[in-house]
């Protein structure tokens, strides 16, 4: 995907209701073409609801997702559960949903680290192995948008730091727009350019990072930052639950 067909994304007055719920009241958002976004907020805020609405899977019960570009857009969801199918291989998996393009799979699982375990039954894999063939899977509908719903947050934490430096290399090599849901604070600093507090309040706090990528996990700002989205996330989960 060459950068000048990049996505971004307005939402413009954007809500959600689960019957007597409001999860979602009057967002308004623009994201760049290319740009990584991170939603950081305490359970029940409306973060992965609001994928699901940029996903296609639910639709706002109020307000509007408008693309920068006049042509239909293609996204693609991943979960932190793989979702991978038990009588399926590896291959298959990672070709799941897809015509034709079962050497693109291949290519991809080569990218992601996986050559070679092509043949492989799911039940083989580790748990990080797993979510390569998603994240592959993913990549293989050459998605406009990239959605993230805690992907790595089953993981222990070396897994976990491996597969943001691959989700990094990645990205440097096929360029989308991403959006991130994680609790994980850290994760947020190192993989986005923005990162956002999201509260029953809606946005209270918006963080762009300018550092190139990789980023060094004990910079001092990142640590202040880190600091700061903590004292946030805490302020938050309590306004949420008093």
């Keep these: ?10 939402l413009l007055g954007v809500g959600h209701r689960y019957r007597d719920k409001q999860v979602l009241d ?15 907020g305490p359970s029940g805020v409306g973060k992965s609801t609001l994928l699901r609405i940029l996903a296609g899977l ?41 015509r034709g393009r079962r050497d693109e799979a291949v290519e991809l699982l080569r990218e992601v680290g996986l050559a070679g375990r092509e043949k492989d039954w799911p039940s083989e894999l580790s748990g990080g192995q797993r979510q390569r063939v998603a994240l592959a899977r993913a990549l293989l ?8 719903d805690e992907p790595f947050g089953a993981l222990d934490a ?13 990205l440097r090599e096929h360029p989308r727009t ?14 986005s350019d923005r990162v956002l507090l999201l509260t029953e309040s809606g946005i209270t706090r918006e963080l762009r990072i300018d550092q190139p990528r990789p980023r060094h996990r004990g910079d001092a ?19 949420l639950h008093s």
């Design 178 to 191: 991403v959006l991130l849901v994680t609790h994980d604070v850290e994760e947020a600093l190192v993989l």
């Design 141 to 148: 509908h050459q998605p406009d948008v990239l959605l993230l």
């Design 26 to 40: 009057q967002l308004d958002l623009s994201i760049a073409p290319g740009e990584f976004v991170t939603f950081l």
């Design 58 to 98: 639910e639709e706002p019960t109020s307000g509007r997702v408008e693309p920068t570009v006049d042509r239909p857009v293609v996204s693609r969801m991943m979960f932190q559960e793989d979702r991978l199918l038990p009588w399926r291989n590896v291959q298959g998996n990672a070709a799941l949903g897809t």
């Design 1 to 10: 995907m060459s950068t000048e067909n990049l996505v971004g994304l307005d």
């Design 158 to 170: 070396i897994t976990r730091v491996t597969m943001q430096q691959l989700l990094e290399r990645v």
């Design 221 to 239: 700002r990142l640590a202040g930052w880190k600091e700061e989205f903590l004292e946030g996330l805490l302020e938050a989960d309590h306004a």
